[in-house]
């Protein structure tokens, strides 16, 4: 590898600048939501993103390219601070030329099998001496190496307010610099949509189809004979008589085509077995060769774990919009960052609600992810509420447009050397309301569902005539089914019934005993007991592991359903909850495929067996879990 090769690499990729040997983009897109952080916070990202870029131009960052070669290749002999001084010299058509030369050269003694350090040094000596000759150089060589700054990286700050913002910046990312060394079929297709059909709202079993009726055989010799078909010069009448096929319409390529492209973008294991454990580091997908993806795109999320769920429907959105139209699969490379920020005493159940406050963990995926890397915990988990506290923290350069970095810098650090993934199990419920009229909901969540049984408001007459010797038995009859994880890998199914008063499912482990890949439900029982006083009740947790669960009331008596403690996903009147690992929608579309053929057929069978079938999200860490 050609010295300073990586250096060029990165800042080529991270500020975007063209360059035909190394065409590859990166972007950091740091999200946050309004309704979970404070503006102050909010304003202080927004200030210290615009002030990271201020000096970080296209011309700064191709001269850093350029002395950082130079340095790399010549050591002492080159003069950085005269070549510092002629390249911010030079006009931006020379200063471009000059930087594709040094590029080339760079990547071309990198491409090399056999090409020595010596090799490499000639050509960028040519290239300096080019440089030097076109101005009067003065000064004199420093005595050492100068250290040439390494900018940081191109971010941008997004709030996040809409469901499919996540998916609208991204297309706006890959689709205005479209590469011709991709893919004809995708240069020629994908880049002739609208913005509005890719964004359109689409269904992942369901596919658009288009029939066209021709009556052209496509064979030449078919063709009317016209005055301006002449024969060719040379030919015979035994080589015009052959059948030449004429350019048809194209095909589009369907999903149940793009499955190389859905396989190789679904960055995990399959969860199919639920006696692994939890989460793994790592990815174990194949590699599709010849799938160069020239677009980078790092997800930065901050928050609580309520922006966590609001991630895992975005990327469970973006799954099932790529399973119907694949877009930005072949293109584009997702990786996920988090950073966890809690602001005051937040997270207690409303009082309407009738609850006990108390305070919730907000952060338990920070929390597991700070045991299973203590890299992570001692440099990401530390900005928890560090962050706030310097957003209200009066700074000295207040008058002054460029804030104190600490942030972008610490941000810049972990997408740079974040690059061992942490999977976590994105669950699918479906909610079953008591008005019959009203549909089903589905939705995703990914830390918690928590589940409480309504209060019954009983009429003033009712109360009134009730016998005082009753008592009222507190919550609702639930049948709850599930299926028992066992360690064995057997499936065993339960099927219980139980008055309760509500549930807790827990996808996030407590403690490393329990790292398995199943959702821990605590279900709070009520027991009756006997006392001097007469009958009385109280309650008991019943724990159980399970991955499938099915739970439905038994009474009018409603419950409220509530997803990764996000208040402003809560459900009421609820009378079922069904809650399964969330399929990955490629596997659904080809499972559907091969039902169509045969219905006999097993399960995994043809591209099912090759794609993962739980839908994984991940999420990057320094070291992954360490054993």
Known sequence: MAPGVLYQRMVISEQSLKSEPYPYQERVFLFADPDVLSKAVCDALVTDARAAQMYQNPRSCMCYVIIRAMQAALGEDCDVESLQRILQDKPTDELEHCFRQVVAAVECTGSETNAGRGQHAERLEKIYSMVLNSSAAGGSSPEGLQGTPLPNPNISFHLWTDEDQ???????????RSQPCEQDYLSQELDNFEIQDIVSDCDCCEQTRFSVLSNDSGIERDLPATSEELPLPGGTEVE??????????????????????????????????????????????????????????????LGDDRVLGQLAQAYYSLRKRETRRVFLTPRLNLQFYYIPVVEGQQGTWPTEDHTTPGQMELCELAVYLGRADPWYESNINTLCHMIPKLATMPSSLSKLPVSDPFIIDVIAYYVRLGIQPVYFQVYAVKIFFSNVAQEPAEDVFLTELSAKVQDCKAPKDHIQTKKKTMLEVPGADLAVTYSKVLLSDRKKVVAVLLRSTGLVMKAIPSNEAEDLMCLNVNITEVVKTSNLSGRSFASATNQIRTCNIKIESKEPRTFTVRLDKDFRRTYTNVVGVEVSPCLEPSYCLQKIKTMRFG?????????????????????????????
Not at 607 to 620: D, F, G, T
């Open 166 to 176: 996540l998916w609208k910046e991204l297309v706006l990312f890959v689709r205005p």
């Open 240 to 301: 015009h008589a052959r059948l030449h096929r004429k350019g048809g319409i194209k095909k589009r390529m369907s999903p149940l085509e793009s499955m190389t492209f859905l396989q190789n973008s679904c960055n995990g294991p399959g969860a199919k077995n639920s006696g692994k454990l939890h989460r793994k580091s790592g990815s174990t997908a194949v590699p599709v060769p010849h799938l160069h993806r020239l677009y980078t795109a790092r997800i930065v999320v």
């Open 599 to 627: 219905l006999h057929e097993p399960e995994n069978v043809g591209l099912a067996k090759y794609i993962p079938k739980s839908l994984l999200l991940p999420i990057n860490t320094f070291a992954g879990i360490i054993q």
